[in-house]
């Protein structure tokens, strides 16, 4: 596979994801009334948010976390599928893909065959967080600084998503700007991770440092 199909695969993938996101205002917007009320001598019209608008918006934040977690891992897929079909020197590869390509992190077992990066276990533990993301940074060789900056809001996502999901009864939101945030922070990390991936193929950023010593 070329870089620029890898690039395609990877926009086409975000383009659907946010097609899909975008369509929650849709579905809020549909349980949204208005009517007039008298303010003095003046009419003025109040916005009226309906319980099913409210349920949208809470049941939203499973899905733009599925969104992440789901895009993360076909990319992380896409990858090793891509480093797989190119002639890796595994002398040179970084510390941190070495043991997760030639150990089998369940059964403690190293492998006897040859290594392929599609036998990696692509484990986000259920909860893509930011401690997550860094371990898959430093195993490819991504630049963390790149994610920081969202680093607090993946976390408050992850924290209302799992609450949600657990059947928690403490999260209320009456505006759509509540969670659109979600969904823009969500689609801009995607953005930032398939450039990261391309960078990685590109300049071979998964090959260890200079001062990286071996295992």
């Given at each position: 596979m070329s870089l620029s199909y890898i690039k395609e695969e990877l926009m086409s993938e975000i383009l659907w994801r946010?097609?899909?996101l975008k369509n929650i205002k849709h579905l809020y917007n549909n349980g949204i009334t208005h009517e007039n009320i008298k303010v003095g001598?003046?009419?003025k019209q109040r916005?009226?948010?309906s319980n099913h608008s409210k349920y949208i918006?809470?049941?939203s934040f499973p899905m733009i976390y599925a969104h992440w977690e789901g895009f993360f891992k076909s990319s992380i897929v896409l990858l090793n599928k891509q480093l797989d079909s190119k002639k890796v020197d595994f002398n040179k590869i970084n510390n941190a893909l070495l043991m997760a390509i030639s150990?089998?992190?369940h059964t403690d077992k190293y492998e006897n065959k040859k290594l392929y990066f599609k036998h990696i276990i692509i484990d986000t533990e259920s909860n893509l967080s930011w401690k997550v993301v860094q371990k898959f940074s430093i195993?490819?060789?991504f630049n963390t600084h790149k994610f920081l900056k969202y680093g607090n809001n993946l976390e408050s996502l992850l924290k209302i998503r799992n609450g949600i999901s657990h059947g928690e009864n403490a999260y209320h939101f009456d505006s759509y700007e509540d969670i659109n945030k979600?969904?823009?922070i969500s689609i801009k990390m995607m953005l930032i991770l398939k450039l990261e991936i391309i960078d990685c193929l590109k300049y071979e950023k998964f090959y260890k440092?200079?001062?990286e010593e071996s295992i």
């Open positions: 946010y097609k899909e001598s003046q009419t916005k009226i948010v918006l809470r049941s150990k089998d992190k195993r490819y060789g979600y969904i823009l440092e200079e001062n």
